[in-house]
């Protein structure tokens, strides 16, 4: 069973910048598929980046492709999600989520949840 705990959104000014952490329980991290998902009022949860167990493979949505960057530090069980050049369309609860047999968009296939980040970008 995996915890996953997200921190580090808020409120920034267009053409700012975040970081997302989310912080992981449990010793098999290493074995876990990771994705970052967003979910606007009134909209779909939308994928927004993955990263492969070892952190040698990653995909973005081509919304936050070149602003944003997904990374994973196994030792600390964390994995992050730098996000720079926001705009106002990136406002909306980011999650983190893992799954151990999959890395990738489909929302579905993740099996656990963060509780969310609330992330607001001003114009």
């Known amino acids: 069973q995996v915890q996953l705990v997200e921190s580090g959104g808020g409120l920034v000014q267009a053409g700012g910048s975040l970081r997302l952490s989310c912080a992981a329980s449990?010793?098999?991290?290493?074995?876990?598929?990771l994705g970052w998902f967003r979910q606007a009022p009134g909209k779909e949860r939308e994928f927004v980046a993955t990263?492969?167990?070892?952190?040698?493979?990653?995909k973005y949505a081509d919304s936050v492709k070149g602003r944003f960057t997904i990374s994973r530090d196994n030792s600390k069980n964390t994995v992050y999600l730098q996000m720079n050049s926001l705009k106002p369309e990136d406002t909306a609860v980011y999650y983190c989520?893992?799954?151990?047999?999959?890395?990738?968009?489909?929302?579905?296939?993740?099996?656990?949840w963060g509780q969310g980040t609330q992330v607001t970008v001003s114009s």
């Open positions: 990263i492969s167990w070892s952190g040698g493979t990653t």
């Open positions: 989520a893992a799954s151990r047999n999959y890395y990738g968009t489909y929302v579905p296939s993740y099996v656990h």
């Open positions: 449990g010793r098999t991290f290493s074995s876990y598929g």
